[in-house]
């Protein structure tokens, strides 16, 4: 098995694909800035990768065949935007370009489904229902606008090295804990979110259990010496975090999705996966449905 070097690796994804790629086989050093890299890693490593130094020391040191990045400000408005952009943008760019500087064969940088441009104050209306990969992109903010920038840069790095690269989009992502209860990084608990649609309907009630998400970074980052470099995939669950149908909700908390929301029935969510399930064989796994203690009372 390889070496992978995991950026944000003590964030709520970062974990559990420190975990994954670990009970795979492979030797994963995780980078952070805080404490919380998974046990499983064997190396726990800070830096700080705004700086374009400790981004290509700690490339070099470690000499990862493959590099996940993760790391980032995760949460929109949860620092000044100029914070966010720099921060954010900075940190793709380092981790590219020393990526190619440094031989590093596979980089899969983490994006969001936010960068389509949902939530605007203005409206939003999607082109089309479900999304997928082809959507436009209507970054509003300074985080989607960052994603949308750090997207680009790996592909300008795919184009302009060796190393073959591609992004992942994931839903609104949920580690195991925050189904037992703990709050999810919006502030609310899953339970709260499926009680109240108008705090899941802004982002179209998209989700992903962590480790799903998890899973497909590391089929993605196996895969890449077959892929076409600088492909983009969602990451998501197979259904909504809704309760009732999208056809019915979406409507309701997102005006102007009338004319697309009809062929959301039953579970449908309102994100496509049928890229990764075509090109990488990957499907998700587990639902809310399975995952959230008591959820019988909800199906």
Same mark, same amino acid.
């Given at each position: 098995m390889s070496r992978v070097l995991v950026t944000g690796s003590a964030g709520r994804l970062g974990r559990s694909v420190v975990t994954t790629l670990a009970a795979a086989g492979h030797e994963v050093i995780g980078v952070d800035r805080v404490p919380g890299t998974p046990g499983e890693a064997a190396v726990a490593q800070p830096a700080d990768l705004t700086d374009t130094g400790e981004a290509f020391e700690v490339i070099a040191r470690f000499r990862? +065949?493959?590099v996940i990045h993760l790391a980032a400000i995760a949460t929109p408005f949860s620092f000044p935007e100029s914070v966010i952009y720099k921060v954010n943008t900075q940190m793709a760019f380092n981790i590219c370009e020393a990526s190619v500087a440094l031989d590093v064969r596979g980089v899969v940088v983490a994006s969001s489904p936010t960068v389509i441009g949902y939530g605007a104050p203005g409206g939003w209306a999607p082109a089309y229902l479900p999304i997928d990969e082809d959507h436009p992109v209507r970054p509003w903010n300074a985080y989607n606008l960052s994603k949308v920038a750090a997207e680009q840069t790996m592909k300008a790095f795919a184009l302009a090295g060796k190393a073959r690269? &591609? &992004?992942v989009r994931p839903c609104f992502v949920i580690p195991p804990e925050e189904w037992a209860g703990a709050p999810t990084q919006s502030g609310h608990?899953? @339970?709260e979110r499926l009680d109240r649609p108008e705090l899941g309907g802004v982002s179209l009630f998209n989700y992903i *259990?962590? @480790? *799903? &998400?998890?899973e497909l970074i590391a089929v993605l980052a196996e895969a890449l010496p077959e892929l076409p470099s600088g492909e983009v995939f969602f990451a998501g669950a197979a259904d909504a975090l809704a309760r009732k149908p999208l056809a019915d909700l979406l409507p309701q908390a997102v005006p102007g999705t009338e004319p697309f929301a009809a062929g959301l029935t039953g579970t449908t969510p309102a994100f496509s996966t049928a890229k &990764? +399930? @075509?090109l990488l064989g990957w499907r998700p796994k587990r639902s809310w449905r399975t995952e959230l203690k008591e959820s019988k009372e909800f199906a």
């Open positions: 990862p +065949e493959s690269m &591609a &992004a608990t899953v @339970r *259990d962590s @480790r *799903d &998400a998890a &990764a +399930e @075509r």
